[in-house]
Structure formats: C-alpha cells, structure tokens
C-alpha cells in the first residue's frame, strides 16, 4: 500500500478556506480554486475534483500532471513540487509547468500550424530543384528580420518569416539556373531556422524540431555550411529546453562540422554548457576550455539577431556552464563581465534577451553563495520585463531562481523576492506588480 503523501495534506490543511472563514481548506475546495486559477491562466478547463484530491493525499498518484502540480503549487502558496510530496517517476526530469507563456496567447495554433506547414514541405525542399527569380529582396527581408527580433515582439516576424518561406517555395517551383535555385534553398533554410527558433521561444520546441528537420533539407540543397551550423544550434536549444541535454549536445559536436562564422563560438560554448548538464564534467571543463580559444570576431556575414554570437553572449553561456559544473564564484565572474558587455553596447546592438538569461545567471548563483542582497539587485531588471518579451525560456529560468529563494523566506526582503517571482511567473498582468513593491528599511527588523 503506497504511503500517504502527509506534505500534501498538511498544505491543504493549513490553507485557509475561502468560503468558510476560520476552516481549513476541503478537498472540494481545493479542486475547485485549482480548476479557477488554470481557466483563468490557460483559459483550458480541466476536471479536477475532491476525488482527486483525496488519492493523491492517499499517495496513490505521486506525479500528477504538470497543469495540475502548477496549480496545486499555486493555490497552496509553494515554489516546488517538492514541497506537496510530488516526486517524479525514475528517469524523468521534474521541470516547471508547461503552461501556456503570456508570449503565446493567442499564437499557439499559429505556431502548431507553421510546423505543420514546415513538415508539408520536407518532401518538397529534398526534391525540388527549379525557381526563376532573383532573391536578393528574400535575403534582405531574411537579414531585417533576424536584426529586428532583439527588440520586436515575436508575432509579426513569426508572420514574416512564415511569408519570406513560402515566397522561396513559390519561386522554387518554377525555372532557373542551379545557383539560383540553391540561393532560394538558403533562403527558405534561413526563414525555416528563425521560424524553428520563434517556437523555442514561444514554448514550442517540439514544432521547432520539425522546423529544423525542413531547414536542413534547404541547406543540405543549397550546400550552405554555415546555415547547417546554425540549424544546429537551433536544434540544440530545442533540445536543451526539454532537458535532453545528451541529444542537445550532440547537434552541438554535429554543428562544429560545418560552423565557419560566430555559429563555432555559439556551439562551441553551448557543448560545455550540455555537458556539463549531462554529467559529463571533464569533457565539460576541456570543452569550455576550447570555447574561450575560438575567434570572437565573424569569419564570414552574418545575419545578426539570434543568428550571430557576439563575445558576450559567449561569455553568458561560459557563465551557464560554470552554473553546471557548480562553481558559482566562477559564475559571476563570467557573469557579471557578460552583462558589462552587454551594457556597453550600442540599443540596436544589444540582445536583451540573452541579457536577461546572463542576469538570471548572477542571480542564481548569488543566492547559491547566500548574498540575497547581490540577487535582488541582479534581478530587478529582468523584473521589469514587458509582457510581450518574457518568453518561455525565461519563464523556465525564472522558476529554477523561484526554487532557490525558499531558504531565504525567513526574512522579509527573501519573502518579498519570491513573491514577486510568483507574480512574473503566474501573474504577468497583475495590476500595479511594480508599484506594490518598496524595498524594506535597511534599518527595519526582518522577521
């Protein structure tokens, strides 16, 4: 008989109802606020019932889903699943909810249906060897997309890069010579990979996939190295944000085959990053090693956007790996030299998505060194971040920082950090989420 999961039952009990003041919270209630808060988050219903409730407290059920632990987690006031007694079969890694990102709303069959699209087209981009057109415009449209998706919301260059695809395909079904035609191939690889990169970001790594098995056939016609180093990163991303991080790190070590530009210094940074993940900890440390001994500088163009890896957004990934291999001193080092970096640059210049990805890293690793202080000013401005830019890989990141502030609550500025994690995770558009915030006295009594 499997033993009761007495954390579960103590969370509920020591909820306070909300309809019976001075109760404790039922099983019938809880079902019920669960079910309200993911209508209102997915605007999905599910059918979460007392019942339910009552065999996973029993222990019957150790994992339940991942919409159904989010909102446990939420409506009992917990960061982990830890805390209810909720312990993942041997083999699967626990990772945070999959719910739907405020970045996708509104978006997510549209997403669904380009991969769909992409997967239509594989048989068409293996065979297909005719176009007449020239693709000058195709490229340019390509390049304007990549520089503009640092500081544009995802939905209209989803849209574009959808549109600059299917116009390569069009034109390939007509007449011309074979470099034109390989010319269109490298475009509609180029618009296939930023579209399989979009839906990492919009949540959706397993339609990035399909993307990327299409954008390999483009380069695979057109004999395009550097677009098949940069499918791979891609590949390696879709793979890192599902926690394979053995497959992520073999598109990684695949990709070093081809990368000529700054897609070597991407991958090669990203294979210490996915080893070190994988326990792979000397092959780790030698494959960092090698990363800080590749060119910073671009051998060949570049596109620019999330398609170029500039000398900071290499050293972030330096600081992900030290975060892996569990030296968080290094980590800040690495750190906090990124983010300078970043700061020097140029507005149009400056990727702030991976900016916010590398003070996450400073965070992390502050509160990994106890410095509370040092986390709460590493955070502030990822906290600032507009609704339409906190993608799923931040959102991911975010609840990795919410599990580390619990040993911090017993203080009021801890308490006030986790809450307002909680706040960016689950409630975006909280009203007043900024206002409400006033750092404590320096003077006043932490209780």
Not at 154 to 173: C, G, M, N, Q, Y
């Given at each position: 008989m499997p033993a009761a999961n007495?954390?579960?039952?103590?969370?509920?009990?020591?909820?306070?109802?909300?309809?019976?003041?001075?109760?404790?919270?039922?099983r019938v209630e809880l079902a019920d606020a669960v079910c309200a808060w993911l209508w209102e988050t997915t605007e999905v219903r599910y059918e979460l019932d007392g019942h339910y409730i009552a065999k996973l407290e029993r222990g019957a059920v150790r994992w339940p889903g991942a919409a159904y632990?989010?909102?446990?987690?939420?409506?009992?006031?917990?960061?982990t699943d830890n805390e209810l007694g909720f312990v993942p079969p041997p083999g699967t890694p626990s990772t945070e909810p999959e719910l739907e990102p405020p970045s996708t709303l509104g978006l997510d069959e549209e997403v669904g249906r380009a991969g769909d699209e992409s997967i239509a087209l594989l048989?068409?981009?293996?065979?297909?060897?005719?176009?007449?057109?020239?693709?000058?415009?195709?490229?340019?449209?390509?390049?304007?997309?990549?520089?503009?998706?640092?500081?544009?919301?995802?939905k209209p260059l989803f849209e574009r890069?959808?549109?600059?695809?299917?116009?390569?395909?069009?034109?390939?079904?007509?007449?011309?010579?074979?470099?034109?035609?390989?010319?269109?191939?490298?475009?509609?690889?180029?618009?296939?990979?930023?579209l399989a990169w979009m839906s990492v970001d919009l949540g959706r790594p397993e339609v990035a996939e399909s993307h990327a098995r299409t954008a390999w056939a483009c380069a695979e016609a057109a004999d395009h190295n550097e677009l098949r180093g940069w499918i791979r990163a891609t590949q390696h991303t879709a793979a890192f944000w599902q926690d394979e991080f053995v497959r992520a790190a073999d598109h990684a070590q695949d990709g070093l085959r081809y990368a000529a530009g700054t897609s070597r210094?991407?991958?090669?940074?990203?294979?210490?990053?996915?080893?070190?993940?994988?326990?792979?900890?000397?092959?780790?440390?030698?494959?960092?090693?090698?990363?800080?001994?590749?060119?910073e500088l671009p051998s060949v163009p570049e596109l620019g956007g999330p398609l170029l890896c500039t000398p900071e957004r290499a050293e972030g990934l330096w600081a992900n790996a030290q975060l892996a291999l569990g030296d968080a001193h290094e980590t800040l080092v690495h750190a906090d030299r990124s983010v300078a970096r970043f700061e020097s640059r140029p507005h149009v210049l400056r990727n702030p998505g991976s900016e916010r990805m590398v003070r996450l890293q400073q965070v992390i690793a502050h509160l990994t060194l106890g410095e509370l202080d040092g986390a709460i000013t590493a955070i502030e401005p990822v906290l600032e971040t507009a609704l339409e830019y906190r993608v799923r890989p931040l959102i991911h990141r975010m609840g990795e920082v919410a599990a580390l502030t619990a040993p911090f609550t017993r203080v009021a500025r801890g308490r006030q950090l986790r809450e307002r994690i909680r706040d960016f995770i689950y409630r975006p558009?909280?009203?007043?989420?900024?206002?409400?915030?006033?750092?404590?006295?320096?003077?006043a009594k932490e209780s």
């Amino acid at each position: 008989m499997p033993a009761a999961n007495d954390l579960l039952r103590s969370a509920r009990e020591r909820t306070p109802s909300r309809r019976a003041p001075g109760e404790r919270m039922s099983r019938v209630e809880l079902a019920d606020a669960v079910c309200a808060w993911l209508w209102e988050t997915t605007e999905v219903r599910y059918e979460l019932d007392g019942h339910y409730i009552a065999k996973l407290e029993r222990g019957a059920v150790r994992w339940p889903g991942a919409a159904y632990r989010s909102g446990l987690r939420y409506i009992l006031n917990v960061a982990t699943d830890n805390e209810l007694g909720f312990v993942p079969p041997p083999g699967t890694p626990s990772t945070e909810p999959e719910l739907e990102p405020p970045s996708t709303l509104g978006l997510d069959e549209e997403v669904g249906r380009a991969g769909d699209e992409s997967i239509a087209l594989l048989t068409f981009a293996e065979e297909s060897n005719v176009g007449e057109l020239t693709v000058e415009q195709l490229h340019a449209d390509i390049e304007r997309i990549s520089q503009l998706y640092l500081h544009t919301p995802t939905k209209p260059l989803f849209e574009r890069s959808r549109a600059v695809r299917d116009r390569a395909f069009v034109l390939l079904a007509g007449r011309q010579s074979p470099k034109q035609s390989r010319d269109l191939y490298a475009a509609a690889g180029w618009a296939i990979t930023l579209l399989a990169w979009m839906s990492v970001d919009l949540g959706r790594p397993e339609v990035a996939e399909s993307h990327a098995r299409t954008a390999w056939a483009c380069a695979e016609a057109a004999d395009h190295n550097e677009l098949r180093g940069w499918i791979r990163a891609t590949q390696h991303t879709a793979a890192f944000w599902q926690d394979e991080f053995v497959r992520a790190a073999d598109h990684a070590q695949d990709g070093l085959r081809y990368a000529a530009g700054t897609s070597r210094l991407f991958l090669s940074s990203a294979l210490a990053v996915d080893l070190a993940r994988s326990g792979q900890l000397s092959e780790a440390r030698a494959a960092l090693a090698a990363a800080q001994e590749v060119p910073e500088l671009p051998s060949v163009p570049e596109l620019g956007g999330p398609l170029l890896c500039t000398p900071e957004r290499a050293e972030g990934l330096w600081a992900n790996a030290q975060l892996a291999l569990g030296d968080a001193h290094e980590t800040l080092v690495h750190a906090d030299r990124s983010v300078a970096r970043f700061e020097s640059r140029p507005h149009v210049l400056r990727n702030p998505g991976s900016e916010r990805m590398v003070r996450l890293q400073q965070v992390i690793a502050h509160l990994t060194l106890g410095e509370l202080d040092g986390a709460i000013t590493a955070i502030e401005p990822v906290l600032e971040t507009a609704l339409e830019y906190r993608v799923r890989p931040l959102i991911h990141r975010m609840g990795e920082v919410a599990a580390l502030t619990a040993p911090f609550t017993r203080v009021a500025r801890g308490r006030q950090l986790r809450e307002r994690i909680r706040d960016f995770i689950y409630r975006p558009d909280l009203p007043g989420r900024r206002a409400a915030y006033r750092p404590p006295s320096l003077t006043a009594k932490e209780s």
